[in-house]
Nanobody, 120 residues
Framework: VQLVESGGGLAQAGGSMRLSCAASGSISTINAMGWYRQAPGKQRELVASIISGGRTNYADSVKGRFTISRNNAKNTVFLQMNSLKPEDTAVYYC???????????????WGQGTQVTVSS
């Protein structure tokens, strides 16, 4: 199983950016997908998550600005980030809880991370 992220880069404060993450491999079902971020010197934190039924959860710091969505047919999750702030600068990681067809194990997988930098 592999998670591949795309869409990071540099944005100005107040701007927007969209991250994508596609899961591939021996996937039976994906229970949940989410985005985490880690800023320099800080612990990794949950940004947003979405379960297979569509229920979402957001960190208080991004509520009203970020929107998570997923395409179940394509095993893809998106993070639309609006009204970006310099404090949103971090490496963003995609996470998925996947039931594999080869092992029938439920495991957490991570993407390689994508840098998001917001300038003031």
């Amino acid at each position: 199983v592999q998670l591949v992220e795309s869409g990071g880069g540099l944005a100005q404060a107040g701007g927007s950016m969209r991250l994508s993450c596609a899961a591939s491999g021996s996937i039976s079902t994906i229970n949940a997908m989410g985005w985490y971020r880690q800023a320099p010197g800080k612990q990794r934190e949950l940004v947003a998550s979405i379960i297979s039924g569509g229920r979402t959860n957001y960190a208080d710091s991004v509520k009203g600005r970020f929107t998570i969505s997923r395409n179940n047919a394509k095993n893809t999750v998106f993070l639309q980030m609006n009204s970006l702030k310099p404090e949103d600068t971090a490496v963003y990681y995609c996470n998925a809880r996947i039931l594999e067809t080869m092992t029938w194990r439920l495991s957490d997988y991570w993407g390689q991370g994508t840098q998001v930098t917001v300038s003031s």
